[in-house]
């Protein structure tokens, strides 16, 4: 997969991509990643990429030409299956939207800025409003990371065990079942004797039934979902 960050703070993502997964996922050669600096791309002679809002009312908003130029330029290099624009307003990013876009080859991702971007940008070029939750940050970066972590971790190969990413919560529809690890006992309180007794059946069928009780408990939306 090649993913293709638009971006006015292009230093935001150095951290994070690279460690851990991302930066095993760019290792092994199963993802790219291209950070654009939008500011290169403006016309503007004082590098300006935001201006104000016509009408009413404070606020700046992000200009049509440097993005505009700059997706042009991609598009004529490649094909792109989706150009996702990062805004609270956007479809909330879930799982199914992050395996979704897992099985895609060429993905550009705008992150948002100010009050948002020139709205013709948005009906000329994007093709996916994501948001990543009911709450509005500073910038899309963030949102855009999020979003490329969940993405990138479920491509085949990313995690060293495979079928890990299949039993995460969410995948199934279910929270995951509880997890130890040694010491057996700890200050007095003991993991549950059944994760010791070597029943690789019973631990299934026990997980499965914490899985259950857990999604209930915390999530009764999700319970109520399940088939
Ligand atoms: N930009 C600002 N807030 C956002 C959010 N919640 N999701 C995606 N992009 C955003």
């Known amino acids: 997969m090649r993913l293709d960050i638009l971006t006015i703070f292009p230093e935001m993502f150095e951290g994070p991509f690279s460690l851990s997964m991302i930066k095993r996922a760019i290792n092994k050669k199963i993802v790219e990643i291209h950070i654009h600096n939008i500011r290169d791309y403006t016309a503007d002679k004082h590098k300006r990429v935001d201006d104000y809002a016509y009408g009413p009312g404070a606020g700046m908003v992000m200009m049509i030409q440097p993005i505009a130029d ?3 330029k991609l598009k004529s290099e490649r094909d792109y299956d989706e150009i996702i624009f990062t805004t609270p307003d956007g479809d909330t990013f879930n799982q199914e939207t992050a395996n979704t876009l897992s099985l895609k080859e060429n993905i ?9 971007v020139d709205q013709r940008l948005r009906d000329m070029y994007i093709t996916k ?14 949102a855009a990371m999020v979003m490329s972590d969940a993405i990138i971790r479920v491509i085949p190969g990313v995690l060293s065990d495979e079928t890990s990413a299949l039993t995460d919560s969410f995948q199934s529809g279910l ?3 509880p997890v130890y690890t040694r010491p057996p006992v700890y200050k007095g309180v003991a993991v549950p004797d059944i994760l010791l007794s070597g029943n690789d059946k019973e631990i299934a ?23």
């Open 70 to 72: 700059l997706i042009d």
């Open 108 to 116: 550009i991702i705008l992150c948002g800025h100010y009050k948002g």
């Open 129 to 142: 409003e994501l948001s990543i939750g009911d709450y509005v940050l500073t910038g899309g970066e963030l």
């Open 175 to 177: 929270l995951s079942p």
């Open 205 to 227: 069928n026990w997980r499965l039934e914490q899985s259950l009780e857990k999604t209930r408990n915390l999530r009764p939306d999700l319970y109520e979902k399940l088939p």
